[in-house]
């Protein structure tokens, strides 16, 4: 059973587009992480969000935090071929750090 | 290549048969994690080393299931009498497991394939 809800499950756009993904649990997280994975390839890891209402930005990419540390976002600014992927959301669950993701959201960038 | 490596990319096996895979995690890692995805899913946690010592099992892992970390360094992960739903990507993570740091590096998995 996931424990995070992400939307949308997929996403086609045109390149030069703006989109966000969203990350949703009725628990509180002491912190979550943002995965990227390309086909055929493990998640690699793209940022951990601790404090709630922090942003941290990475190049195009800018992920938030909610206030209340139950959810999250992904915005990508200008989206390119490359960013085509699955993002996944995920957060540590007890003692041995094993990690809970959500079904992910898988993005098309179409050039 | 100093990342986590995982043996072999692809296996394709009939229904009844045993397969083991290999995971290499990063030398200096003491957390080796094992994970399962299917198709358009996230990662499902399978199960979870310290050292040798295997600390955590999910449901997820029947009995037909068994893996190792015999010298607290490479794992293996055994699926016996395959079925058609144990069809997935076997993924392979590892982590320093310092307090409060949950950062996994994950290998490029397994995909099995069960006909």
Redesign the interface.
């Known amino acids: 059973t996931?424990l995070?809800e992400?939307s949308p499950?997929f996403l086609s756009i045109q390149e030069g587009e703006n989109l966000t993904v969203y990350c949703n649990s009725s628990s509180v997280f002491s912190?979550l992480?943002w995965y990227r994975q390309e086909p055929?390839?493990?998640?690699?890891?793209l940022v951990?969000v601790v404090t709630g209402g922090e942003v941290k930005k990475l190049k195009r990419l800018t992920f938030q935090f909610g206030d209340a540390r139950k959810d999250s976002s992904l915005h990508i600014t200008a989206a390119q071929p490359g960013d085509t992927g699955l993002y996944?959301c995920?957060k540590?669950?007890?003692n041995?750090?094993?990690?809970?993701?959500?079904?992910?959201t898988?993005l098309q960038v179409k050039p | 290549d100093t990342g986590v490596s995982q043996d072999p990319r692809h296996k394709i096996t009939k229904r009844g048969q045993n397969v083991t895979f290999r995971c290499d995690p990063i030398s200096e890692h003491n957390r080796l994690y094992w994970y399962r995805q299917t198709l358009g899913q996230g990662p499902e946690f399978l199960t979870y080393f310290q050292n040798e010592a295997q600390l955590e099992k999910s449901r997820l892992l029947s009995d037909r299931f068994s893996a190792e970390r015999p010298k607290g360094s490479f794992s293996t992960l055994e699926i016996q009498r395959t079925e058609q739903g144990d069809s997935a990507m076997y993924l392979c993570a590892s982590s320093l497991g310092l307090a409060g740091e949950n950062e996994q590096f994950f290998g490029p998995g397994t995909r099995l394939t069960v006909l």
């Open positions: 996931q995070l992400q499950q912190s992480q055929g390839e493990g998640p690699v890891l951990t996944l995920a540590g669950s007890g041995t750090g094993k990690l809970i993701f959500g079904q992910g898988t």
